[in-house]
């Protein structure tokens, strides 16, 4: 679905993000792996991509930086000589009930869920406006449409990240770029891993298909908003969460 495209995918180390660069593979994209900090795991998911017979690429960066996420855009030019797709996945959490919420852990999460998001789109915009086409998927969260007490910060930034979306959407489609959102419900991660039993339990109890989703969920969804099958879907939000959100 994806032969000859060139992808790139923020935080594709761990999580969501590695599934969605494994499918992209399997599909016959060109992955750029972009990841902050594990080298070995960036290195082992570049052998795995590139055992799908497509090419793989690290760029190592810290994609809340516009430096880091331009010089993620411009390796890719000089390698693949064009972007066709960028999936902004990755994301941190720093929950706390809000009285207890510090400033930093407050503009970590904007900078790196939303900001990120930013920095990627503004570096790689004008590349997908020359070449008359381009597909971002920009992966939110149910928490950014309904809240969360505990994530006033991340489900700010998730919500940014639909705003984000509509709006992009709206300004570049006469150019022949689609943005759409990903709005994962409870997904097994790292992210996830660290909640409580009793938190995933109640989680469980209000998801109607009664199981927590994986990164291929997510991954199946990224695959088909990059392919030419969805060049006429833009500016929406797709939930991934086994009914959970609706
Ligand atoms: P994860 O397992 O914690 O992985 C996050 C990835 O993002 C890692 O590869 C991490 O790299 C990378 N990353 C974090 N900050 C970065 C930065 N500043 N620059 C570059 N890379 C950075 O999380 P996940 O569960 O796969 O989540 C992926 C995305 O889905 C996130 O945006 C998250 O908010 C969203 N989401 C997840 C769920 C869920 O249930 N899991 C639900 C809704 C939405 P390092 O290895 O260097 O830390």
Not at 62 to 87: H, M, R, W, Y
Not at 124 to 138: D, P, Y
Not at 216 to 238: H, K, P, R, W
């Amino acid at each position: 679905m994806l032969k000859g495209k060139n992808a790139v995918i923020t935080g594709a180390s761990r999580g969501i993000g590695r599934e969605i660069a494994l499918a992209f593979a399997k599909n016959g994209a060109n992955v750029v792996i972009n990841y902050r900090g594990n080298e070995e795991l960036a290195d082992s998911l570049a052998k795995e991509i590139e055992a799908y017979g497509v090419r793989a690429i690290k760029v190592k960066g810290d994609i809340s930086k516009f430096e880091d996420a331009e010089k993620l855009i411009n390796v890719t030019i000089e390698e693949f000589n064009s972007i066709d797709i960028l999936v902004n996945n990755a994301g941190i959490t720093k929950d706390g009930l809000f009285m207890r919420m510090k400033e930093e852990d407050f503009d970590s999460v904007i900078n790196t869920n939303l900001k990120g998001t930013f920095n990627t789109s503004k570096a790689v915009i004008s590349k997908m406006i020359k070449a008359k086409g381009g597909r971002i998927i920009n992966i939110s969260s149910v928490v950014g449409v309904i809240g969360n007490a505990g994530q006033a910060n991340y489900a700010a930034s998730k919500a940014g990240v639909i705003g984000f979306t509509k709006s992009l959407a709206k300004e570049v489609g006469s150019r022949g770029i689609t943005v759409n959102a990903i709005a994962p419900g409870f997904i097994e991660s790292d992210m996830t891993e660290v909640l409580s039993d009793k938190v995933k339990e109640t989680m469980l109890n209000s998801i109607p298909l009664k199981a927590f989703g994986k990164g291929e969920d997510v991954a199946n969804l990224a695959v088909f908003l990059a392919s030419d099958m969805a060049s006429y879907i833009t500016g929406q939000v797709v939930h991934v969460d086994g009914g959970m959100v609706m």
